[in-house]
């Protein structure tokens, strides 16, 4: 046990590296989900009768924010096994590989970084919804907070990279990653409430553990419970969720690189 | 006890069959090279060695251990050097070093001194804290070399060590690999399809060729085997099958190969056998364009046993694609 944690530090380590020498990509990365905010945010504003209607008192803005970083948090995990793809093909793998690490530690090493990497994009974006004038009623909130986008990254770049181990090529890893998100994003209260869902639509969104992180992080920001589902289901959920992803990934990374590339 | 030991190893991938009944031994200390061309089989042997891929049948024996059975105590036992550069080239030498130590479980207070030590090795201790893309590729190379024997393994595993690298750094790296086999005194396995690299470095040689090896021996056995001389002719184009069996009978002559239009000949009296090749050529009214008068290489050893020269493209492999597919064309 300690090995393995070990050895998933190692990588992890290895994994934050890199990502710290290629800073670049950070601001980039933040632009989509500033645009999400800054657009949608203020040309949605008219629908604040809506959010009323559930009981939800303040802007629209305030009411998207916690998607935003939701939607951050999907994208920057979900891409984030990518690099998988580019270890196998220049080598890094199979030196992993050929030491006496055990392969489920690699995928958990790239995981644990890649959570760890879109729960700082999320914090950043967070940063800018407070300075467009989104206000916190509870800054303690931000530890809860973070934890649950940490948790909910770990689930997601779990997706990542079993389907980056599985792929053999970065346009079915790419095709199939894009497959994945918008949808399981759109389908979720993300932007809009719950109950205003139709009702088929809303039985697909409560299916999707997006749905349940969203809700937890709206009502921490906001202190508004929506849908009637209790904090403690939703959490249930979540953390049911990524203990799933991460003996998934584990198992499905360690078969996928003890074939051959 | 073998250092490393096959016992009919074969690996298939649908139809094709990568390396073929593959049975060899090397000894603890030894240098042995793998010589081949491109797509012989030497990189499919040497990552089943490495566990990194399962043979379809046989056996491969690291240190005693069966690379199917126990291979991660065969990846305690052995260092990996692959082909192309694996060194992340945006951190440091030393970051490089220090991951790779990490991977291989060496005591944290040793890591420190392990890495000052191989970096002093390789000559590498001064641009220890550059990131490696500012580094040349010999010295990615030497870095690389470095993160293979840092754990300081029983069998070190180097794929092609000096491919793509030019004259100078390919004799460097040499210089580096008989350094390490010294201080260190571990079993060597390499790869390469450079003839003066086995010659050079390896106390054995097995020659791969489709998939199987054609013979296993130390350079200087095998190139004595030759014969004395080799005489290369260049005639013109067309059939010279009575002009071969014509040379055939030359008492001198041990064996005859054919590159194109080149003829290779081993022969143990050099000197007379050329002119009585002369007087066959004038008989058969065939033209010789050129001929001459060598000491046998491990070149002329190779061509002997795959009837090609070895180039750095895979044309060897083509050809041998290509007559496959003629062949079942005809049938």
Redesign the interface.
Known sequence: MS?LM??TY?IF??EL??YK??RSGVLIRLIQPAIWIIVIGNTFSGTQPLIQSVGFEGEYIEFMTPGVIILTAIFTSIFGGVNTLWDRR???M????????SRSSIALGKMSAISLIAAMQASLILGIALAIGVSFPNPIMIVPIMTIVILFSLGFSGISVMVAATAKSQETFWGVINFLGMPLFMLSPALFPLELLPEWLAVIAKLNPVTYTVLLVREMMTGVSEGGIPVLLSLGILVGFVLVMVALASYVFTREV?K?F | MYSIETKSLTKS?GNIIAVNDVSFSVEEGEIFGFLGPNGAGKSTTM?IL?????PTSGQALISGFDVMKNA?QV??N?G?V?Q???V?E??TGR?NLL??A????IPKKEINKRIDDVLELIELADKQDH?VVTYSGGMRKRLDIA?GLLHRPRVLFLDEPTVGLDIQTRRKIWEYIKKIHTEFEMTIFLSTHYMEEADNLCDRVGIIDGGKIQIIDSPENMKNAMGNEVISIVVDEGEHTSFLSEIEKIGFVKKISKDGSKLILFASNGTEVIPQIFQISSKLDIKIISISLTQPTLDDVFISYTGYEIRDDDSGFNRKREHAKMKRLRA
């Open positions: 090995t070990y050895d190692t380590w290895r590296k890199r020498k290629s220049y080598g890094f199979n030196k992993a590989l050929t030491s006496p690490i003890n051959p | 991938f990552m490495t566990t990194l891929l399962k991660k990846r305690e052995i990996y692959q192309e550069s694996t992340d945006y951190l970051e991951l790779q990490k991977l291989n479980h990131a993160g």
